[in-house]
């Protein structure tokens, strides 16, 4: 949505409780007491009633917006931000945009809505043919950790592990291109080691078991031939990377660019909050305009889990 658009289809709050409302009743209102969905509007209360139970909830109770105390708009305004545009918004430049005084709400929304996005790509599986490989993203030291002499490499306590996974097209490489015709989606999962075990959870959590996996030969990769129909596991050298396994570290390298250009420094924790919200835009990278759209419905359906008193 252009921001021409938004400004004129969202001029206040009261527009965007209306249009919060016809989410909530399209996408279904469902009782946290009966578990019905049969609901009424009592204007008077501003709030959905049960018609059951008679219990009543509030326009924001069951979403990604419970709890908090920040106007509507504000939350219209900050998925507008990060769907328009590829690149992403820091929460001191949202707190400018809007003139908030406290920075720590406008960080909390961000991240609620970031956390809605990745909950929302936890419910779809890669198939296929599907690149698999990890990717060492810079994040802040630990606090337990900063006294310790820094590490280098792949095990420095600068370096936060992430497995990748991109599912890729049916096509074979091109003359033009070493690689594959095309990549359809992505998946980013911060891990805390490289042990078999640990990997093959999140393989067998986020592959479907039809897939083909391509991936280096990995001690961590192992078992893969028992999660999916075929495991294709080849030694390569650090100059054929690109060739072999081209979409993953294409992936990794947007991601890490993305952060360095907008983040001054992340603190491991959060990282896979950052992944969840360029991973759904990725994923949905041809919606266009429906992005909005799309991102109010996963927030609807999203039942808070992060707690922040906002």
């Not at 078992?223 to 999916?228: A, H």
């Amino acid at each position: 949505m252009k921001l021409i658009d938004f400004i004129s289809k969202f001029p206040d709050e009261e527009s965007c409780r209306t249009k919060l409302r016809e989410y909530r009743e399209r996408h279904g209102v469902v009782c946290p007491r009966c578990g019905s969905i049969l609901h009424y509007w009592k204007r008077d209360k501003e709030c959905f009633e049960c018609k059951s139970c008679h219990y009543r909830q509030s326009l924001k109770a069951n979403t990604v917006m419970h709890g908090s105390q920040l106007p509507v708009r504000y939350w219209f305004i900050s998925m507008h931000l990060l769907t328009s545009t590829k690149k992403s918004i820091s929460a001191s430049e949202l707190q400018r945009q809007l003139g908030h005084r406290n920075y720590n709400p406008i960080w909390a929304m961000l991240h609620k809505l970031r956390v809605a996005m990745g909950t929302r790509d936890s419910r779809y599986e890669v198939s296929g043919m599907v690149e698999v490989d990890e990717g060492f993203f810079s994040t802040e030291v630990p606090e337990g950790d900063k006294d310790k002499p820094l590490k280098r490499g792949k095990g420095s306590q600068k370096k936060t592990k992430v497995l990748v996974m991109a599912q890729t097209g049916a096509g074979m490489p091109t003359k033009k291109s070493d690689k594959p015709t095309s990549v359809k989606y992505i998946k980013m999962i911060v891990i805390n080691d490289l042990k078999s075990e640990t990997v093959d959870g999140k393989v067998r959590l986020n592959v479907d078991p039809s897939s083909v996996i391509i991936s280096d030969d990995s001690k961590s990769y192992t078992n893969f031939c028992k999660l999916v129909k075929e495991h294709i596991h080849q030694v390569i050298r650090p100059k054929e990377v690109g060739k072999v396994l081209p979409w993953v570290h294409i992936a990794i390298s947007n991601a890490k660019r993305l952060l360095l250009n907008i983040y001054h420094d992340i603190r491991p924790e959060y990282l896979q909050n950052y992944l969840n919200e360029f991973c759904w835009k990725f994923n949905r990278r041809f919606f266009g305009e429906a992005l909005f759209d799309r991102l109010m419905v996963a927030a609807v359906a999203y039942k808070n889990q992060f707690r922040y008193n906002i």
